[in-house]
């Protein structure tokens, strides 16, 4: 159990462009989604945290206007990057908590966006 | 806010031996402390985990130790095989507040043949 789904793996795009990441809980109902953003050689950094149906709680330095994040149901959330510059260029990773522990873990991972912008 | 620290940043073993990577933490409210595993470009893979009421868990080749009074903890990897190459990566959670992880920086481990 606790499998965790995101799209796309793979993202190759120009500079100015939207684009929309997906996180989905196969099967659990994830209440809090996280989202994280790691650069080449370097640890995980938490962006933001969303609850369903609440606005997304951003990590300082995390522009909120630059990365939407949408979780309006209980197995989705959404991060667009808005405008991408090509120093959002970066690896994007998604995790999923539910109300009680699964697999006694409390947070299981998407297998990552890679995001290029030209 | 809580913060962690890793250390070493880069590891190199010959094949065989022990490694040790040593994390410390900063809020005494965390509980949990989970260690990952990342190969190139894949996610972060759970590898082992202690919560704050115990002091060492083992898991085959991998062990892992607490000591809450000083705030650190460490994994042990024994008989080390190339296939443990990877970075790892420590991190602490309090539990009951949301669940949030705090990363330590990673570990790049290399084990040699």
């Known amino acids: 159990g606790a499998v965790v789904s995101q799209h796309p793996s793979r993202v190759i795009c120009k500079s100015g462009t939207s684009v929309k990441i997906e996180c989905r809980s196969l099967?659990?109902?994830?209440?809090?989604m996280f989202w994280y953003r790691q650069f080449p050689k370097q640890s995980l950094m938490l962006m933001a945290t969303s609850n369903e149906g609440s606005k997304a709680t951003y990590e300082q330095g995390v522009e909120k206007d630059k990365f939407l994040i949408n979780h309006a149901s209980l197995t989705l959330s959404t991060l667009t990057v808005t405008s991408a510059h090509p120093e959002d260029s970066s690896f994007y990773i998604c995790s999923a908590s539910g109300t009680v522990l699964i697999s006694n873990q409390p947070q299981h991972f998407g297998d990552g966006t890679r995001l290029s912008i030209l | 806010g809580e913060n962690v620290e890793q250390h070493p940043s880069t590891l190199s073993v010959q094949e065989g031996d022990s490694a040790v990577i040593k994390c410390t933490y900063s809020?005494?409210?965390?509980?949990?402390f989970p260690w990952y595993k990342q190969e190139l470009g894949k996610r972060p893979q759970l590898i082992i985990d202690?919560?704050?009421?115990?002091g060492e868990k083992k898991d085959q080749r991998i062990a892992v130790t607490l000591n809450k009074t000083a705030k650190h903890f460490s994994l042990h990897i024994t008989e080390t095989q190339p296939e443990d190459s990877a970075v790892y990566f420590c991190a602490a959670a309090y539990t009951g507040g949301g669940n949030k992880l705090t990363f330590g920086t990673g570990t790049q481990l290399k084990v040699e043949l």
């Open positions: 099967d659990f109902q994830a209440t809090t």
């Open positions: 202690i919560r704050s009421n115990v």
């Open positions: 809020d005494s409210a965390s509980n949990y």
